[in-house]
């Protein structure tokens, strides 16, 4: 099978709903030319980050409408116009060649050919396509031009204004950095810090302690310190958000949406193995994922418990509990670019209904005095800023917001990571340089 067959295959299986970086680790390790792999790689991304641009000049150069258009074809026209547009090491002739050839069998032969006379015309006319201009038509300029959704830009606009939401925009088409977290219950930093630099990997500390980036290097699980434990794949924001709850030695600590285990081996990390931790998910499949990270990592105090975060109950109170709800993905569409097309307002009406859910069973679930953190991966008001301050006008004698400036000081991040002035960390990647993220920290007073 041909680099553009798989491209195309694996493309089409997104669209009906599979996750680009599962699809692509399941293909990657049968592909020996890490050439190959590379290609493969840029073309699917690129693909997903580019469809509304690539989409655009189909419509322009076509006087078909896109809905009249085989899904297979439409796919490979995607791939080669992406090609053409941005892969200039690859001259045009071969470019639609390979993508009009990886077609063969999975369409009728009108279907090839329209794919083969569109993709050279768009060689002889893209440069009389013109975008939508950005100062007469902004939302239509980032819509397609720049790619994303009109739903999406409209809510950003509304939240940030056109300046801070073209930078996001056109940040959400760059490739994400590679970060992952050290783990001291395995390795003491400086020997961390030496394997990278024996292997000739580079490495970056960040500004949130234990994390790091990684430049020059994709095959993480083959590092023989990733197998023993010694990191794991994490942002700095999700890095952050362990750090942000403030868990100690010795206490009961409850993860209510915990899979895949990233930020639960961290809390387990930082209680230094001491204490305990209920870590929840609602599918057993992830619930190994869970445990299979806490083994690799050494973590020996957390339970996992198959259960539903909003319907959990239990004999004794927690001192601290993470909410890491469940959201719609808005600050991670540089790593998971699909995450643009596969979201709709609907699904998110129904994702603030069970993070409102979540977050009242840990006000119950929670001891007097203890803390509950809630972090999200979204750059969305409605499942940040709102549902926090829901919560607390619902409970206004029973819970505080805690400004998190004075913990972000305490880590020597609060010029890095400035909150808003509620107490509010909203982290936006354009300017905090990492994912987009959310935290809110409560505590129950009474």
Known sequence: MTIRRDALTILEEIKDGAYSNIVLSRRLPRILDKRD????????????????????????????????????????????????????????????????????????????????????GFIRKKKQVLFPDKENDPISYLVHYHSHPRWLVELWLKQYGFTRTLKLCSLNNQPPGLYIRMNTLKIHSREFIQTFVTDQIGLTAEPVN???????????????????????????????????????????????????????????????NQGSIIALDIYQHKLKLIEENCQRMGVKIVKTVKNDGREYRDNKKFDMILVDAPCSGLGLIRQKPEIKWNKSQQNIKEIIKIQRELLLNAVQLVKKNGLILYTTCTLNSSENQDIINDILSAHQRKLELIDLSKDLAELGLAKTYPVDSNGFLEMFPPESITEGFFMAKLKKVK
């Open 37 to 120: 792999r590379a290609l493969l790689t840029e073309i699917v991304y690129g693909v997903l980050r580019y469809k509304n641009r690539l989409d655009y000049y189909i419509i322009k150069l076509s006087n078909r409408p896109l809905k009249k258009i085989d899904s297979a074809v439409l796919t490979a026209l995607r791939m080669g116009i992406y090609q053409l547009l941005f892969l200039e090491r690859i001259p045009d002739r071969a470019a639609v060649y390979e993508t009009v050839n990886a077609l063969k069998g999975l369409t009728h032969q009108g279907g090839i050919r329209f794919a083969n006379a569109l993709l050279r």
């Open 210 to 272: 234990g994390s790091y980036q990684l430049k020059g290097f994709n095959s993480i699980t083959e590092l023989p310190l990733f197998n023993d434990g010694g990191f794991i794949i994490q942002g700095p924001a999700a890095t952050l958000a362990g750090l942000l709850l403030g868990v100690r030695p010795g206490m009961r600590v409850l993860d209510m949406a915990a899979a895949p285990g990233g930020k639960t081996t961290h809390l387990a990390e930082l209680m230094d």
